[in-house]
C-alpha cells in the first residue's frame, strides 16, 4: 500500500521560498511517476510538476516553469519541490501524488498524500 506524507507547508511573502517534502512508503518506487498538484479554494486540483523516478526526468506546467523543481533523493524516499519567487496566485493546498502510468488528470491519479498549505502573502 502506498503512503505518502507531505510536509513544508506554510505562510510566506510574496518573492520567497519554500521546500515541499513527500515521503514515500509502501513500495519500492522504481518505477513509479511522482507528481505534485494543487488546489487553491474554489478550483480543481491542477497539476504542477512531475518527475520520473528511475530517470530523474521533470515536467513542469507552464505557470510555474523556471521557479519550481521537482527533485527526488532515493536513499530518503522522498520527493521534494522547491518553489522559489513565489506568488499570491501559487496559494493552494500543495498535494503529492504516485502512479506507475501517468496522468496529469488528477482524478486518473489513486494514491495521493493529505496535502499541505501554501499561502502567499503580497
Known amino acids: 500500500q502506498v503512503q505518502l506524507v507531505e510536509s513544508g507547508g506554510g505562510l510566506v511573502q510574496a518573492g520567497g521560498s519554500l521546500r515541499l517534502s513527500c515521503a514515500a512508503s509502501?513500495?519500492?518506487?522504481?518505477?513509479?511517476?511522482m507528481g505534485w498538484f494543487r488546489q487553491a479554494p474554489g478550483k480543481e486540483r491542477e497539476f504542477v510538476a512531475r518527475?520520473?523516478?528511475?530517470?530523474?526526468?521533470?515536467y513542469y506546467a507552464d505557470s510555474v516553469k523556471g521557479r519550481f523543481t521537482i527533485s527526488r533523493d532515493n536513499a530518503k524516499n522522498t520527493v521534494y519541490l522547491q518553489m522559489n519567487d513565489l506568488k499570491p496566485e501559487d496559494t493552494a493546498v500543495y498535494y503529492c501524488?504516485?502512479?506507475?502510468?501517468?496522468?496529469?488528470?488528477?482524478?486518473?491519479?489513486?494514491?495521493w498524500g493529505q496535502g499541505t498549505q501554501v499561502t502567499v502573502s503580497s
Open positions: 501524488a504516485a502512479s506507475t502510468v501517468w496522468s496529469s488528470i488528477p482524478t486518473a491519479l489513486h494514491n
Open positions: 509502501g513500495r519500492t518506487f522504481r518505477s513509479y511517476f
Open positions: 518527475i520520473t523516478w528511475s530517470t530523474g526526468g521533470t
